[in-house]
Nanobody, 120 residues
Framework: QVQLVESGGDSVQPGGSLRLSCVAS????????MGWYRQAPGKQRELVGTITPRGTTNYSDSVRGRFTISRDDAKNTGYLQMDNLKPEDAAVYYC??????????????WGQGTQVTVSS
């Protein structure tokens, strides 16, 4: 069994920064692709960005240049650095990862979400 847990959500003013973390635990052998998604009230969940095992990143147009995704495989952890936050970035942020377990199974895993609020 594997689990993803996000942390780091908070309330910040426009222009501020936050760093979200996503830790995988349990029977984790390795992590393939990781991604961050967000969902604002009344809206569909949308992709923020992804990172491959080699560290190749891809971002949505709305966050490119402001957000940075990284990972530390030794810690089974992914990060989302968010700079120059705007009110429209406010949402619940979810981490996703394709986790390979000790038994060689590929598990499509989601975290529980962490709230980001951006307001003055």
């Amino acid at each position: 069994q594997v689990q993803l847990v996000e942390s780091g959500g908070d309330s910040v003013q426009p222009g501020g920064s936050l760093r979200l973390s996503c830790v995988a635990s349990g029977s984790v052998f390795s992590i393939d692709n990781m991604g961050w998604y967000r969902q604002a009230p009344g809206k569909q969940r949308e992709l923020v960005g992804t990172i491959t095992p080699r560290g190749t990143t891809n971002y949505s147009d709305s966050v490119r240049g402001r957000f940075t995704i990284s990972r530390d495989d030794a810690k089974n952890t992914g990060y989302l650095q968010m700079d120059n936050l705007k009110p429209e970035d406010a949402a619940v942020y979810y981490c996703h990862a394709d986790i390979i377990t000790d038994l060689g199974l590929l598990v499509d895993s989601w975290g529980q979400g962490t709230q980001v609020t951006v307001s003055s």
